[in-house]
């Protein structure tokens, strides 16, 4: 079946660090990719859809200049988390789907920790 | 945020028993209802979805039940395991919006 691959898995670095979190779609490919942003025993909050070949979209309250988001091709979309700060700690999620009303297929997740 | 209503938000169930979580959206342009399901430390996995043409889908042990009018579909587990034992996200897409999630325990 579709499968979405996430890398990396587990992200511990210094405070001011940028850090770089890779989707890969590996069967199909995918116009559109979702970023979701979950914390303890809470749900998914969508961040922002990344869109193959133009700018991204966030939602209201995410910071794009923070979490930047570059989807340079139809299999892969990178999420890039400058100057990372403690409060930026989560398990980030990333989805893709063939359209937008078809199943999604989610990554294990990046759990990020900033120290 | 959430455009969607879920609960409850916690349940616990005695294996075999069945499972019952509801949810509520919003937005009459949505039209495709998934649910999914994620353990610790991993991402969400589809578990079952409908499209508001039907009012019923079932796929082994589990059937989605979708009311149109009241805007509103539930996920049913029959004969629940403890392998159910996970947090189950419903969602409503075109808007990629998800229910705040009911962490189910099936005790043996």
């Known amino acids: 079946g579709a499968v979405v691959s996430q890398h990396p898995s587990w992200v511990i670095c210094k405070s001011g660090t940028s850090v770089k979190i890779e989707c890969r779609s590996l069967d199909f490919q995918a116009t559109t990719m979702f970023w979701y942003r979950q914390f303890p025993k809470q749900s998914l909050m969508l961040m922002a859809t990344s869109n193959e070949g133009s700018k991204a979209t966030y939602e209201q309250g995410v910071e794009k200049d923070k979490f930047l988001i570059n989807h340079a091709s139809l299999t892969l979309s990178t999420l890039t988390v400058t100057s990372a700060h403690p409060e930026d700690s989560s398990f980030y999620i990333c989805s893709a789907g063939e359209g937008v009303n078809q199943p999604q297929h989610f990554g294990d997740g990046t759990r990020l920790s900033i120290l | 945020q959430q455009q969607v209503k879920q609960s409850p938000q916690s349940l616990i169930v005695q294996k075999g028993g069945i499972s019952i979580i509801n949810c509520a959206y919003e937005n009459t342009a949505f039209d495709y209802f998934p649910w999914y399901q994620q353990f610790p430390g991993k991402g969400p996995a589809l578990l079952i979805a409908?499209?508001?043409?039907?009012s019923e889908k079932k796929e082994g042990r589990f059937t989605i039940s979708f009311n149109k009018s009241a805007k509103q579909f539930s996920l049913h587990i029959m004969d629940s395991q403890p392998g159910d034992s996970a947090t189950y996200f419903c969602?409503?897409?075109?808007?990629?919006?998800f229910g705040a999630g009911t962490r189910l325990t099936v005790k043996p």
């Open positions: 409908i499209r508001p043409d039907v």
């Open positions: 969602a409503a897409h075109n808007d990629m919006r």
